[in-house]
């Protein structure tokens, strides 16, 4: 007989698969990290024959055609292009960056702050008790408001959220100390281990989390 899927506790099938298949699963894990990857690459082999303002010419236009060249394969394959077209605008600033200092470090600048950014903001709506994993995962599940007047579940989603500024805040320290010593090579390794492949374990780790608190919250007022 087939596996038949989990319910969650408001019935519904499990929000892991989905999520992940929302934040781009492993197709988003190669769209967003080729482009970096492919810049990385290029900068260095041009930079041992040619200037460094050549290489890094050629290293961009590499990235650049490697976005494009996502997007039209996405085209072509009839597939939803929303998160390629996002990820060639995020593309777009950092050659922007890169092309304006003509440093290839400048290439990870735009992520280091938009980390930053993120991990501020989610700390700040678990600070004023509206802790925005909350948000997200009621509309993801239907929950509504109600989560809101269980303290349980509001305990619960402000340690969720603080826990995801944790996640930004360590993509970025990560990232800036690999921009400070000049480390293009690792700023694109730690951009792909700390990109997708640490967002869908934090997604994982965050629904078992509140699926468990929300079970015992339910049990607790049916005692």
Known sequence: MPETEPETVSGEKPLGPALVE???????????GLPAVVFVMVNAL????????TALRAAIAAAVL????IVVLRLVRKETVQQAVSGFLGLGLAVFFAARSGEARDFFKPGIYINAGYAAFF??????GRPLVG???AAVDGLGDTWRTVPRLRRVFTVATIGWALVFALRGVVQTLFYNADRPDLLAISKLALGWPLTIGAVALTVGYVRRSHRIAEESAAA
Do not use: E, M, N, T
């Open 135 to 137: 948000a997200i995962y």
């Open 66 to 69: 490697s976005g494009v060249a």
């Open 123 to 128: 700390l700040g709506s678990a600070l004023v």
């Open 46 to 53: 041009v930079d041992i024959a040619a200037s460094r303002s």
């Open 22 to 32: 929302q934040l781009g699963g492993k197709r988003g894990l190669v769209d967003s």
